[in-house]
């Protein structure tokens, strides 16, 4: 008697593309919030533009490709790229920067490799390597501390669309550097931490409100790990590493190296460690690949703050330990049961 013996995996869970991206998309929503509360509709209006243009790009290039349209519109794999570039952007950008960027990231960083599955590089963060060295200073123009009430629908629209740009509305009160930009910039002149970290930039730990949206994300990212959709070891390498390294020269010099509380919330640290590394498919994938994957990046987050040219580095470390994902999981493969 012949019997049936399927191919492996035998045991499904209920997960999807489409399910995996919504609960990705439901973490995002703590960190949207109170970044539209502190910052205005800017951070909206950007999310509504890259979604619209990662979805127009990515019909584009599927019937380019002469790919079906609707299981992979309907994936959200296009939708979780667009939000993570328009969280990266600043809400006061004018709106072909975001368009540019969404556009750039779909067309030639996912579909020119193959589309889902494919890609090599994590596409937002190529679509933000682009702008960043392309457009530096319209990339690093932040809204100051002013909250929502200033930045209200009418200006942000203007922001956007119009003619008016920030610095025709009392610069230094509508846009200005983030901590990390102005920290760095301070360091450079010589100055020392003690003299710079006062400002009152920096807020109580990481810079006003940028430290009240990395929590949020925080919360996001908890939930994602409890649902397993993502595992802990990237997101803990990351920020352990970070703060290790960092904690370690604000030991050997205070006054010249910020501390680690700093460096895990400020910037786009949480966000890189929980919803951009861990990209399942530019990540690495072993068990222990997933450690030494989070790990560089941790450590080249803060060599790059700390020594390169740009304030912050989620993007380049992230990109560069792309490339060596493929190595680091072939040298880390598990051992094959039964050997």
């Not at 640290?269 to 997933?290: E, M």
Request: glycine share 8%.
């Amino acid at each position: 008697m012949s019997l049936y013996a399927p191919s492996s995996p035998h045991f499904h869970n209920d997960n999807s593309v489409t399910k995996v991206m919504l609960k990705v998309l439901y973490a995002l929503i703590p960190g949207i919030l109170v970044y539209f509360y502190l910052f205005g509709y800017g951070v909206l209006i950007n999310i509504l533009l890259a979604i619209v243009t990662a979805l127009s790009c990515e019909a584009i290039m599927l019937k380019l490709r002469n790919r079906p349209l609707i299981p992979f519109l309907s994936d959200g794999s296009a939708i979780i790229t667009a939000v993570l570039l328009a969280l990266s952007i600043p809400s006061i950008a004018p709106w072909w920067t975001i368009v540019l960027g969404t556009a750039f990231a779909i067309i030639i960083a996912k579909h020119l490799y193959g589309g889902l599955g494919y890609n090599p590089f994590n596409p937002a963060m190529v679509g933000y390597a682009m702008l960043l060295i392309s457009f530096p200073q319209i990339m690093t123009t932040w809204p100051a501390n002013i909250g929502a009430s200033f930045i209200n629908f009418a200006n942000s629209l203007n922001f956007s669309f119009g003619t008016i740009k920030p610095e025709q509305l009392i610069a230094d009160a509508v846009s200005g550097a983030t901590p990390l930009d102005y920290l760095k910039s301070q360091l450079g002149l010589g100055n020392a931490l003690s003299e710079i970290m006062p400002n009152e930039i920096f807020g109580m730990i990481a810079g006003n409100n940028f430290e009240w949206i990395s929590i949020a994300f925080l919360v996001g990212g908890i939930w994602l790990i409890k649902q397993k959709i993502i595992h802990w070891q990237i997101p803990v390498s990351v920020l352990g590493s970070l703060f290790a390294i960092s904690l370690l020269f604000f030991l050997i010099d205070d006054t010249l190296y910020a501390s680690p509380i700093f460096h895990v919330f400020s910037g786009a640290s949480i966000l890189c460690a929980f919803f951009i590394a861990t990209d399942p498919v530019s990540a690495s994938t072993t068990p222990r690949g997933k450690i030494i994957y989070g790990v560089s990046i941790g450590l080249l987050i803060f060599i790059i703050r700390t020594w390169g040219g740009y304030p912050d580095a989620v993007a380049f470390a992230v990109l560069l330990m792309n490339m060596c994902a493929p190595t680091i999981d072939y040298y880390t493969k598990p051992r094959t049961y039964g050997h």
